[in-house]
């Protein structure tokens, strides 16, 4: 590596409380670097991390690259929300509407300032519904995370949904189910190709008196994370899963809803989602998160 600097930033996102949420890297200053240098970089902060990239086209504004301390990804919820708010609060950016470019395609992110701070939403296309799986990955996948089929919602059938990367989604009776989980991490990233998603994403209904909402968790051992804190990415299927399924009911058109996760693994934070339907077919799905840096760096390249 030659002598370049770049400035490196650790955020949680999916909070405005440092040490909660879903923690990031964000790299400025990107542009100069290789696609080996970003993998060092994210293997060496082993964190998920995104490389913020001037725009190469007129159909995007910017650009952000994603890196797992394993290898590359072609887009992170959480990582965006991060990236975005890096950029708005170090750089000054201006808040409104800009289009990024992702491995996965353009995504609409929008920059608001609410209540002293900025908030960071991302807009995109439904993600696309997968086959709900067999029998008997239905069993070892129940046996590998310690699930009893009683502890099952009826009308939550395992389905795989897919956007850049899948997973497959478990809906339970009530929230309290998800503290009696055991996730065996080996037979999980066993099952992972054969089953056919990268990721399993537990959840239940849990409203609250303000609205809509959910609690749950998410295992990802085949990509190197056994619990993932907070997904912002897994919440869009989510929307989409339960206005397909009927589970929740859209009000003028659109469903809104507040997901808690990672309290867990103590991180705890919250994605707010909005689904535009027409009946129980997604048209777009919509994410918002709050964001908290927790320390710079200068990095030498």
């Known amino acids: ?28 200053d990107a542009d100069h670097l290789s696609e080996e240098e970003m993998q060092t970089i994210a293997t060496e902060v082993n964190c998920e991390t995104g490389f913020v990239l001037e725009a ?14 394993r290898h590359p990804a072609s887009f992170v919820g959480h990582v965006t929300i991060a990236a975005q708010y890096v ?26 300032e609410i209540q002293g701070d900025l908030r960071v939403s991302i807009g995109q296309s439904p993600p696309s519904l997968g086959p709900v799986i067999p029998d008997h990955h239905r069993r070892q996948v129940l046996d590998a995370l310690g699930i ?31 503290d009696s989980l055991k996730p065996d ?7 992972t190709p054969h089953v056919g998603a990268e990721g399993y994403f537990v959840f239940a209904l849990s409203p609250t008196s303000e609205g809509d909402g959910t609690e749950s968790r998410m295992f990802c051992p085949a990509l190197g994370i056994p619990e993932d804190p907070v997904s912002g990415n897994a919440h869009g299927m989510l929307g989409v899963y339960l206005v397909n399924h009927g589970l929740l009911q859209p009000k003028n ?46 990095v030498k390249v």
């Open 148 to 178: 009893s089929s009683p502890s099952l919602h009826n009308d939550c059938p395992l389905q795989i949904l897919t956007k850049g990367t899948s997973r497959l989604l478990i809906g339970l009776r009530s929230p309290e189910l998800l």
């Open 185 to 191: 991490f080996e037979e999980l990233t066993r099952l």
């Open 56 to 69: 190469e086209s007129s159909d995007h504004d910017m650009q952000v690259r994603y890196f797992t301390p």
């Open 1 to 28: 590596m030659s002598n370049r600097r770049c400035r490196l930033f650790h955020v949680d996102a999916f909070t405005r409380q440092r040490f909660c949420g879903n923690p990031a890297i964000v790299v400025l």
């Open 87 to 112: 950029r708005a609060k170090v750089d000054g950016k201006p808040t409104g509407k800009l289009r990024q470019r992702t491995g996965a395609g353009v995504v609409e992110v929008e920059v608001a």
């Open 253 to 298: 058109g659109n469903v809104v809803f507040r997901g808690q996760q990672g309290q867990w693994v103590r991180r705890p934070g919250v994605v707010d989602v909005e689904v535009e339907s027409s009946g129980k077919v997604a048209q777009s799905v919509r994410i918002t998160g709050d964001a908290v840096i927790v320390y710079e760096a200068e």
